[in-house]
Nanobody, 116 residues
Framework: QVQLVESGGGLVQAGGSLRLSCAAS????????MGWYRQAPGEQRELVAS???????RYADSVKGRFTISDDNAKNTMYLQMTNLKPEDTAVYYC??????????WGQGTQVTVSS
C-alpha cells in the first residue's frame, strides 16, 4: 500500500517561505491529479494546489501567486513552495490524490505555523 510522508513544515514569520515535500512509497505522480491540502484547527480540509499527470497546475484563490506545486516523478516526491506566507496559511498540510477522491491513506501531515 502506498504511504505518503509530508515534511518541511515549521514556524515562520509572516512574509517568509517554506518548501514542503511529499514522499510516496510508490510511483503515483504523473498518473493521477495529485494535490496539497491543508486543515486549520476547527476547519475542514481544503485543497490548495494540484498538479495533473501532464504537469498542469491549479491553485486556490487564497494561495494563487504565492504557492507553487511541482513534482519529481523519478524521486516519487511532490513539493509545495510557499512564499509570502500569511498567518491564515497556518494549518497542517497533507498530500494525496487523485483530487476528485483521494484514495491513499492520509499521512500525518506537516505543521505550518505563520506568526504575525
Amino acid at each position: 500500500q502506498v504511504q505518503l510522508v509530508e515534511s518541511g513544515g515549521g514556524l515562520v514569520q509572516a512574509g517568509g517561505s517554506l518548501r514542503l515535500s511529499c514522499a510516496a512509497s510508490g510511483g503515483i505522480f504523473r498518473v493521477n491529479t495529485m494535490g496539497w491540502y491543508r486543515q486549520a484547527p476547527g476547519e475542514q480540509r481544503e485543497l490548495v494546489a494540484s498538479i495533473t499527470y501532464n504537469g498542469n497546475t491549479r491553485y486556490a484563490d487564497s494561495v494563487k501567486g504565492r504557492f507553487t506545486i511541482s513534482d519529481d516523478n523519478a524521486k516519487n516526491t511532490m513539493y509545495l513552495q510557499m512564499t509570502n506566507l500569511k498567518p491564515e496559511d497556518t494549518a497542517v498540510y497533507y498530500c494525496n490524490g487523485p483530487t476528485y477522491s483521494p484514495k491513499y491513506p492520509w499521512g500525518q501531515g506537516t505543521q505550518v505555523t505563520v506568526s504575525s
